[in-house]
């Protein structure tokens, strides 16, 4: 089995800062894409940023330039570094890895918990 646990959620004012890390553990290989979702009440889930085993980076256009994906493949962890934030930015945030178990394996689909960012003054 595979857990993604999530931290560095919380309340900041607009203009601020988060950052939001994701760690992987358990029956992994190597991990594909890493992904960072959000969903605000009465909202679909939408894809923020996405990362590639390679380090190529993917942003939904509310977020590029404020946000910034990367990921540490040694420690199996993606991070989201959120500047500039704002009040629509306020959402649940998910994190989401592509797995392989085993070498020549088939790729999972794996999310986390969630965690909240509220920004408001």
């Known amino acids: 089995q595979v857990q993604l646990v999530e931290s560095g959620g919380g309340l900041v004012q607009p203009g601020g800062s988060l950052r939001l890390s994701c760690a992987a553990s358990g029956s992994i290989f190597s991990i594909d894409a890493m992904d960072w979702y959000r969903q605000a009440p009465g909202n679909q889930r939408e894809l923020v940023a996405a990362i590639t085993s390679g380090g190529s980076t993917n942003y939904a256009d509310s977020v590029k330039g404020r946000f910034t994906i990367s990921r540490d493949n040694a420690k199996n962890t993606v991070y989201l570094q959120m500047n500039s934030l704002k009040p629509e930015d306020t959402a649940i945030y998910y994190c989401?890895?592509?797995?392989?178990?085993?070498?020549?394996?088939?790729?999972?689909?794996?999310w986390g918990q969630g965690t909240q960012v509220t920004v408001s003054s």
């Open positions: 989401h890895c592509n797995v392989v178990k085993k070498r020549g394996g088939v790729t999972y689909s794996y």
